[in-house]
């Protein structure tokens, strides 16, 4: 497996590699800039899980953990997962 950097898949016709920004990894930048916008203590949000993305959700969840993002999990099937997302 690879992290694919651009906003496209790299077989997708038209998908340039070349042109993504790759940021590194680091929590402590992300930490400062958190500060910086005045979320020193972080924030709490919530994820919609759709059912089948719990790895996903899971690494997503500790890397905001990381920064002081205290994101909650809900894990929603089908129809219920969609309407909730497309609510905002």
């Given at each position: 497996a690879r992290v694919p950097n651009p906003p496209c898949y790299f077989t997708q016709f038209g998908c340039d590699q070349a042109a993504a920004v790759v940021y590194d990894y680091n929590p402590a930048k992300a930490r400062a800039l958190m500060a910086e916008a005045g979320y020193a203590n972080g924030f709490?949000?919530?994820?919609?899980?759709?059912?089948?993305?719990?790895?996903?959700?899971?690494?997503?969840?500790?890397?905001?953990?990381?920064?002081?993002?205290?994101?909650?999990?809900?894990n929603l099937l089908g129809v219920a997962a969609q309407t909730r997302i497309q609510k905002g």
């Open positions: 709490d949000t919530e994820l919609v899980n759709p059912g089948q993305l719990n790895a996903w959700v899971a690494a997503l969840q500790a890397n905001l953990t990381a920064i002081g993002v205290r994101a909650k999990v809900t």
